[in-house]
């Protein structure tokens, strides 16, 4: 599944070749709402956590939500896709450009109202360069009792974490991801949000991700030496990668 830093880098790919731009086209399969017509305006790109929200004049949404099998493209007008044509879930198109999303399983169009309540339920989106120390605190007021690898990923708490953010950012906070959240002093869980946030934020500025423990089950930690483990954690069975002895 697509983390925050990759809907990041998306939105603002798309951004900067949208906004401001009248529509040429728009085909959105299965739109319960009217399609905004040829002229309209594109007033703004948004990333909310993994959802990606571009907004028309006149109150209509497209958001989309990648899960593990979308992906948005962006081609010259006449380019040929990289894609068959048949799973493109959305297309969007001004003069000289088109973006294309592909096989992504949440595709709506929606009156605004209506997609505000799509993300409403969402926490702070840890990936937005204007995270301040209050988002940070509301996260942190948000944890619950449950494994803090698990906690992470619920996108009510903090959005934007995904399974790499969450392996990457315990390790470097030295925390065990099968400890309870709740049992964590209250600094630990600032540190915790706040060293995702940073990740997260620096991977959008220069596309690199850390991989101290992600994907590295069975090698030797760069730090200590210890085999890097692996285990299936929380409701959705995700991989946590974690090294025993930095992370006790």
């Given at each position: ?6 809907i990041h880098?998306?939105a603002n790919?798309?951004r ?12 959105v ?8 017509r ?8 948004d990333p ?10 006149g109150?209509?949404?497209l958001?989309t939500?990648?899960r593990m ?10 380019e040929?896709?990289?894609?068959p044509g ?9 003069e000289?450009w088109t973006a294309?999303?592909?096989a992504?399983?949440v595709?709506e169009?929606?009156a ?13 989106d840890?990936?937005r360069?204007?995270i301040?120390d209050d ?5 942190v007021?948000r944890m619950y009792?449950?494994e ?8 009510r708490v ?7 953010y969450k392996?990457?950012t ?5 925390v065990d991801?099968f400890?309870s959240?709740a049992?964590?002093?209250k ?6 949000v706040a060293?995702a ?11 690199a991700?850390?991989r101290?423990?992600?994907g590295?089950?069975g090698?030797p930690?760069r730090?200590c030496?210890?085999?890097?483990r692996?285990q ?14 930095c992370?006790?």
């Amino acid at each position: 599944m697509p983390e925050g830093d990759t809907i990041h880098r998306t939105a603002n790919r798309l951004r900067s070749l949208l906004v401001g731009q009248p529509l040429v086209r728009l085909e959105v399969r299965r739109a319960t709402v009217p399609v905004p017509r040829s002229g309209t305006m594109i007033e703004a790109v948004d990333p909310v956590g993994k959802h990606l929200l571009i907004r028309f004049a006149g109150g209509t949404t497209l958001r989309t939500h990648m899960r593990m099998t979308g992906s948005w493209h962006v081609y010259r007008t006449g380019e040929r896709w990289r894609q068959p044509g048949h799973l493109a879930r959305a297309v969007l198109e001004i003069e000289g450009w088109t973006a294309v999303c592909f096989a992504a399983p949440v595709v709506e169009l929606e009156a605004s109202p209506t997609s505000a309540s799509r993300v409403a339920h969402l926490g702070p989106d840890l990936t937005r360069p204007d995270i301040t120390d209050d988002d940070i605190a509301l996260a942190v007021d948000r944890m619950y009792d449950g494994e803090i690898g698990a906690v992470l990923l619920d996108q009510r708490v903090a959005c934007g974490i995904g399974n790499i953010y969450k392996s990457e950012t315990l390790f470097v906070c030295g925390v065990d991801p099968f400890t309870s959240a709740a049992a964590l002093d209250k600094r630990i869980q600032h540190k915790v949000v706040a060293t995702a946030s940073k990740l997260l934020r620096a991977s959008v500025a220069d596309a690199a991700r850390p991989r101290n423990v992600y994907g590295r089950a069975g090698q030797p930690c760069r730090k200590c030496g210890t085999p890097i483990r692996a285990q299936r954690q929380g409701e959705q069975r995700r991989t946590t990668y974690w090294c025993p002895s930095c992370q006790r």
